[in-house]
């Protein structure tokens, strides 16, 4: 039993129901370690990859279990990122996660931005 009660909040996204907390510090180290490591494969900009999709599916999934699994410590069992897999769609991935890295405080890209990073074409000019 956690000895520090978290902060919790109930969400839902077309009909599907998750109480969500905000990543510990130390989970925010990790997933800071998690994304360095990846930019530092220098992935390609313009096109993603199989193997860059599951890494990034990878870490996108650590937060989505962080966030869940900590508002349900003393529950019925840890969420796995297979358990994602099996269960959730991209659309559905993409606004919990979005929901829950909020909540933690942390700048999260509007979804335009996501997308326009992740789809092929030219590079975007910087201003």
């Avoid at 919790?8 to 009909?15: A, L, N, R, T």
């Amino acid at each position: 039993m956690s000895k520090i009660t978290r902060r919790k909040k109930e969400i839902e996204f077309d009909g599907a129901k998750f109480t969500i907390s905000p990543l510990t510090y130390d989970q925010v180290t990790e997933h800071g370690e998690m994304i360095r490591q990846y930019l530092e494969s220098k992935p390609d900009a313009t096109k993603l990859t199989p193997e860059q999709h599951k890494v990034l599916q990878g870490i996108t999934f650590f937060g989505i279990c962080c966030g869940l699994n900590n508002a349900d410590l003393d529950g019925d069992g840890a969420v796995t990122p297979a358990d994602l897999a099996a269960q959730m769609d991209d659309v559905l991935a993409g606004k919990l996660w979005r929901a829950i890295f909020e909540f933690t405080g942390m700048e999260v890209p509007s979804e335009e931005e996501v997308k326009r990073r992740l789809t092929p074409g030219e590079p975007q000019a910087s201003s």
